[in-house]
């Protein structure tokens, strides 16, 4: 197939398109590769991606531009017919968005919607798209289920997020465009941000230096490893959403519809304590950390936890790898990558 993976350059999109040119598939990556972080690292997985498609006698194209610009987009659909489009891209980062909204209405609201118009005038034969965890903001109710209701979100970021599966919903319903929302929980592991807390963690135990514990290290996170989030993806992209026939607009289901349209939780389904992360960490390092015991932060929820029943049911894949393990494999690559 021909796939055109959007956020390329980022964390999430990297393995994906990764994974998909070693099983022979064509990948188109569009990325504006922009300083939210450093970008020497975004360039080195656009390098390995290029090897990788060397390796396996695949094609990879890659398109430097912004998703918010509508005339890179509609340039990048003219010269592609897609089998796939799977939409990472987006300004990531919770707190950010405390700081600079604007980069989140650009990338997450305008950018999504170049992209989900694209699709409906190539008539893609489905879109698959990343959304959050963050979406379920003020419920308490756990584990998170997709057939929860999600209109509190806590933060802009959230926000934007949810506004993209209200959207994708409306496209779904109104030109039978197939669109899947997936909501990730906590993703980690090897080529991860340097703005998330295991890159920080591991380089300020390394260099000695003090790391920071909102809520006294309390929270729980559901941390899913890359490796399952990126078979998620592929598989819920592989498999067309459909319109479900059992819909009750009585009693509607905000997970389904009518329409060709379905939203996932893709999380690994068993909680674990911040500290207990730290102590992952800690273990894999052989060092112990230094710890800033701090309150919860603004915007920051206390607890995550996935049902990701709908996603098994539907695709026959459940996340797996332990936080021990996923750790393990995330310290060792930063020991590569930067030599220490």
């Known amino acids: 197939m021909k796939v055109l993976v959007t956020g390329a350059a980022g964390f999430i999109g990297f393995h994906v398109a990764k994974k998909l040119l070693e099983r022979g598939?064509?990948?188109?990556?569009?990325?504006?590769?922009?300083?939210?972080?450093?970008?020497?690292?975004?360039?080195?997985?656009?390098?390995?991606?290029?090897?990788?498609?060397?390796?396996?006698?695949?094609?990879?194209?890659?398109?430097?531009?912004?998703?918010?610009?509508?005339?890179?987009?509609?340039?990048?659909?003219?010269?592609?017919?897609?089998?796939?489009?799977?939409?990472?891209?987006?300004?990531?980062?919770?707190?950010?968005?405390?700081?600079?909204?604007?980069?989140y209405v650009e990338s997450n609201i305008i950018g999504f919607t170049n992209i989900i118009e694209a699709c409906r005038y190539a008539k893609t034969p489905h879109l698959t798209y990343a959304s959050t965890s963050s979406v379920y903001g003020a419920n308490t109710t756990m584990p998170f289920s997709e057939k929860h209701g999600v209109n509190h979100p806590v933060q802009f970021y959230a926000a934007t997020k949810r506004a993209n599966e209200l959207m994708a919903h409306s496209y779904s319903h109104l030109f039978q465009l197939p669109t899947t929302g997936l909501r990730f929980f906590t993703v980690y592991g090897p080529w991860g941000r340097p703005d998330m807390a295991l890159f920080k963690f591991t380089k300020n135990i390394i260099e000695n230096k003090p790391i920071p514990?909102?809520?006294?290290?309390?929270?729980?996170?559901?941390?899913?490893?890359?490796?399952?989030?990126?078979?998620?993806?592929?598989?819920?992209?592989?498999?067309?959403?459909?319109?479900?026939?059992?819909?009750?607009s009585n009693h509607p289901d905000p997970s389904t519809s009518n329409a060709p349209?379905?939203?996932?939780?893709?999380?690994?389904?068993?909680?674990?304590?911040?500290?207990?992360?730290?102590?992952?960490?800690?273990?894999?390092?052989?060092?112990?950390?230094?710890?800033?015991?701090?309150?919860?932060?603004?915007?920051?929820v206390p607890d995550t936890f996935a049902d990701s029943t709908a996603l098994e049911q539907s695709v026959g894949y459940k996340p797996s790898v332990s936080v021990e393990d996923g750790v393990q494999q995330f310290v060792q690559w930063y020991r590569n990558f930067y030599q220490v």
Not at 48 to 54: D, S
Not at 74 to 95: E, K, N, P, S, Y
Not at 234 to 248: E, G, L
Request: proline share 3%; charged share 20%.
């Open 25 to 103: 598939d064509s990948v188109v990556g569009f990325d504006n590769m922009n300083d939210y972080y450093d970008p020497t690292l975004k360039q080195a997985r656009v390098d390995l991606l290029n090897q990788t498609a060397t390796q396996n006698a695949g094609q990879f194209e890659f398109i430097l531009a912004n998703l918010a610009d509508k005339i890179a987009v509609d340039q990048c659909f003219q010269q592609h017919q897609f089998d796939r489009v799977i939409h990472l891209a987006a300004q990531a980062g919770v707190r950010y968005s405390l700081e600079n909204p604007m980069s």
């Open 213 to 248: 514990v909102f809520n006294h290290g309390n929270h729980t996170r559901d941390f899913t490893f890359i490796a399952d989030i990126v078979e998620g993806v592929i598989r819920s992209s592989d498999q067309i959403a459909q319109a479900n026939p059992n819909w009750d």
């Open 261 to 300: 349209f379905r939203v996932f939780n893709i999380g690994n389904n068993n909680p674990v304590k911040l500290i207990e992360y730290i102590h992952a960490i800690e273990k894999a390092l052989d060092k112990e950390a230094i710890l800033d015991l701090l309150p919860l932060q603004a915007g920051d």
